[in-house]
C-alpha cells in the first residue's frame, strides 16, 4: 500500500517541530533530557499538579513519569511535597533552581521570538500566535480523549 505524500501542512509543522528541537538541544548545558524539559516547562506553564495529571497531560506513562520526576528531584529542578491525607499523593513542583533553569532556557525561546518578529509584521504575529494557539489546544485535547 503506498502512502499519500504529506501535505505541505504536515511539512511545515514537522519542519518547525524540527528547528525548534535542534535550538533547544543546543541550550542544554544540565543534560536534561527532552522528556524532562517538558516535564518542566509543563510546571511553569501550567502550576504545580499531581504526578498522575502531569503524566496524562504529558502522555507519558507513570512509570516513566516517575523516573523522570526522581531524575529532576536529584538534580533539585523539582520538589515534590504530600497533598492531603494519602501520602502517597504528591504535589510536584518547580523549585528556584528549576525555575533558574527554565529562564536560561527561556533566553533561547526570546531570541527564536524575536527572529520571528522580524520576519513576521505585527498582524502576522497575531495570527501565528492565535494558530499556535489554537493547533497545540486541538492537539492536546485530542491527546487527553486518548
Not at 499519500?4 to 517541530?17: D, I
Not at 523522570?68 to 533539585?76: A, G
Not at 528556584?96 to 525561546?109: H, I, M, V, W, Y
Request: charge should be positive; charged fraction near 25%; proline fraction near 3%.
Amino acid at each position: 500500500m503506498e502512502r499519500n505524500q504529506p501535505s505541505e501542512l504536515e511539512n511545515a509543522l514537522s519542519y518547525l517541530q524540527c528547528v525548534l528541537i535542534a535550538r533547544r538541544t543546543r541550550i542544554n548545558p544540565e543534560q536534561v533530557t527532552w522528556a524532562q524539559y517538558d516535564v518542566l516547562e509543563f510546571l511553569r506553564i501550567q502550576g504545580p499538579m499531581m504526578p498522575s495529571v502531569l503524566s496524562k497531560s504529558l502522555g507519558m506513562s507513570r512509570s516513566s513519569t516517575s523516573k523522570n520526576l526522581r531524575i529532576l528531584k536529584d538534580k533539585q529542578l523539582i520538589n515534590q511535597t504530600q497533598c492531603g491525607k494519602d501520602k502517597r499523593e504528591q504535589l510536584t513542583a518547580l523549585t528556584e533552581k528549576g525555575k533558574t533553569f527554565l529562564a536560561s532556557a527561556a533566553k533561547s525561546r526570546h531570541e527564536s521570538a524575536t527572529i520571528a518578529a522580524s520576519v513576521l509584521t505585527p498582524g502576522e504575529q497575531c495570527i501565528f500566535t492565535e494558530i499556535c494557539q489554537k493547533i497545540a489546544s486541538a492537539l492536546n485535547e485530542d491527546h487527553m480523549k486518548k
